[in-house]
């Protein structure tokens, strides 16, 4: 049997290497790739000077005893001669061999009585009307010896010959006392202490969010999630529905309990004694709670009045100690000038978010109350209806659903563009809506159970991966222009990041459990909550607790670039030192972020080979 010719595989082979060199070759041209730029003799000493000034960081400062020495000095030489200066001897001196050069000679000078092993530099002054005093130009630097002698040789600049005497100029510098931080140290240490707890903040409120939603995002517990049309339907109605009652209650609770407001003393109890009596009417209530499925709608209507009212005392709660900790802030902190202010403003604070976080509690918890509601009712329906009365149901609930679905998407829509048109934002998309929710209910079967698991899982797949594909960089300028240049503007942006990369690494570790614990607690009759805290939590917190690290560690990476928009930390000074060249003060920064950088791995590493 004859072997095949090699010849196709070598010209297969050849086009290849040539494709290869092709496309590289246009990747050069593209770049822009110059050598012939980086054998410049005014690159190579550009790079040269700021490598050197970066491997001498600024960070310690001395005071110097300082040495000024000047002599007269000609440039260009008077036809009549130069009388030859006689300095005192009993100082220091310098003398030039010459007191007259023409510009842009060489010339020679000797110092003599500097303080020993002093150095400094050399100019040359120039006079004139407008500049009686002298505009000096450093010509070099010299060094003295252990006697306070030096020789060195300097170039003249390049100016205008003139009559009147100018002057060579010597500046001697000894440092005297024990070394002290620079102030460029300084900043960067109170500039690094920031990026830390820039960090830290960012790392925890965005892994305290992307927990959560880290299991809306695992398809394997998402995809298990399934429901009749009917009970989509009416949680898709119930949910706005709760969303807004419970921002309107929120509104009404404050404007009902502005006059304890007023009191200081009337708010500490209601923060004392609402969130007790919030936990004990929780407690009574779960409790009392029947776990038959089958229980009759009166019983469920209870039950959900039971819940609003459960919840509305929890929301008044909230709403007390939030104005309770604004009102222990000021009168804690009513100024800076008091000790240890950092911690009672905290206080205040605490209040602040407190109080921005109320109408968000209100409405998720209110979407939260109906949505289940209507969806228990929606199911329930749905198992007990013939097939024919669950087909009408459904080409009732479903175009509804539809309808308020599509609204509320243009309307958001709407404050983005801005149409400011009723057919386009109200009347359009309802008769969309409607129309796609009866279509859907035409053709799915009455009691077919759905994937909405599968649904939702994609929607928060999507999110986190378009809130992830934009850099942290970009989401720092759209949060300094919220509120203003600083570090809060690069928390804000670290945190978003955060949700969205922690969310898809945690979501992704629920994806990899191991399937028998969950089998085994579904086995015991247990609901999908439990089976959560007792399958799947154990098995996710030592990768949770690493993956959270790890972040932290990138954040503090990440924050040293937010810094060059305006994001707070030590990427901002050091964008200012380089915007000024002022390289040594850079270097100390850069030293800085190293050294952030190695401890914050070291000390990640420990923490995961103890804990993880």
Known sequence: MMKKS????????????????????????????????????KRVASLTRILRALAHPKIFDYDYETVNVQEPFYLGCPEGGIEAPNPDRSAAFILVKSSCAEPGETIALEGHNFQENSSGPIYFVGFS?????????????????????????????NRQVKEEAQAIRAVGKTRIGAPKFSPEAKVTWEKIVETVFMALLATTFGTLLAVPISFFSARNLMSEVKSPLG?????????????????????????????????????????LILPAASLAFGKWFLANQNEDLEFRFERRLLNLLYTLMMSTLALAAVLFVGKF????????????????????????????????????FAALVGGGVFGGFFAQTGQRASDKMPASAAKVFNLIAAPVAGATVAVLIMQGLDWFYQYNNPSVTLYTPAAIGAAFGLALAFVVKPKQPLPVGTVIYGIFRTLLNGTRSVEALIMAIVFVAWVGLGPFAGALALGLHTVASNAKLYSEQVESILSGPLEAIKATGANRLQTIVFAVVPQIIPPYISYTMYRWDINVRMSTIIGFVGGGGIGFVLQQNINLLNYRAASVNMLAIAIVVASMDYISSVLREKYV
């Open 6 to 41: 090699p010849l196709p595989k070598s010209i297969v082979v050849g086009l290849a290497t040539l494709l290869t060199l092709i496309v590289f070759a246009y990747g050069f041209t593209v770049t822009k790739v110059n050598f012939e730029e980086t054998r410049s003799e």
């Open 129 to 157: 009307p407008e500049a009686p005093d002298g505009v000096p130009l450093k010509m070099g630097d010299f060094q003295a010896d252990a006697q306070g002698n030096f020789q060195v040789e300097v170039k003249l600049p």
């Open 231 to 271: 009970s989509i339907a009416l949680a898709l109605i119930g949910w706005p529905l709760g969303m807004w009652l419970g921002i309107k209650t929120s509104q009404l609770l404050t404007l009902a309990f502005s006059s304890f407001f007023d009191s200081f003393f009337a708010t500490l109890a209601g923060a």
């Open 325 to 360: 900790l604004l009102q222990l802030g000021a009168y804690l902190a009513p100024n800076k000038d008091v000790p240890l202010y950092f911690l009672r403003k905290f206080v205040s604070q605490l209040g602040e978010i407190t109080a921005i976080l109320a109408p968000v």
